[in-house]
């Protein structure tokens, strides 16, 4: 699978912010988990038993708030 994401440089965030814009900015991340997250990549990280993709990012990002 090939990474596609976005890396914005500082003269863009310069300019989002020169247009004066009204209002809240919202972020929104979506991203897709795993059904057993995959440690392939940081194999030093991996937990002695098998946990879900939504169990390895919780101890991130704290629980998700999800809908």
């Known amino acids: 699978m090939s990474e596609k994401y976005l890396s ?39 937990p002695a038993e098998e946990i879900s993709g939504l169990e390895g990012i919780s101890p991130i990002s704290g629980k998700p708030n999800l809908f």
């Open 8 to 46: 914005p440089t500082f003269e863009a965030g310069k300019h989002l912010f020169q247009k004066n814009i009204e209002g809240t900015i919202i972020n929104l991340n979506l991203i897709r988990l795993r059904t057993i997250a995959d440690y392939s990549a940081h194999p030093d990280l991996r």
